[in-house]
């Protein structure tokens, strides 16, 4: 059974950071790509990054260098970093598992139930 499941959300202030974790389970991990995407409150889900096993990641436009993905396949575990969070990151993130390393929603096959981040102004 595949399973992805985020944590690390919170409340956090303006300038601060936070660290979410997604851990996955049923699928060998060394073989997928794994993305994060968010999506606001009335707004279309938003592609944060992603990373291929052994690659290098890349981002969406907005991150602009505050955000860093991270993979651990020993450990089947990947990895949002998030500093100078602003109130506009005020979103559930979500990880994603899927065959390409793209920005594009539909390339990922299983998703994780989503972590809420709040930043407060």
């Known amino acids: 059974q595949v399973r992805l499941v985020e944590s690390g959300g919170g409340l956090v202030q303006a300038g601060g950071s936070l660290r979410l974790s997604c851990s996955a389970s049923?699928?060998?991990?060394?073989?997928?790509?794994m993305g994060w995407f968010r999506q606001a409150p009335g707004k279309e889900r938003e592609f944060v990054g992603t990373v291929w096993s052994g690659g290098n990641p890349y981002y969406g436009n907005f991150v602009k260098g505050r955000f860093t993905i991270s993979r651990d396949n020993a450990k089947n575990m990947a990895y949002l970093q998030m500093n100078s969070l602003k109130a506009e990151d005020t979103a559930v993130y979500y990880c994603?598992?899927?065959?390409?390393?793209?920005?594009?929603?539909?390339?990922?096959?299983?998703w994780g139930q989503g972590t809420q981040v709040t930043v407060s102004s």
């Open positions: 994603a598992a899927g065959s390409r390393a793209t920005g594009w929603g539909p390339d990922y096959d299983y």
């Open positions: 049923g699928f060998t991990f060394s073989n997928v790509a």
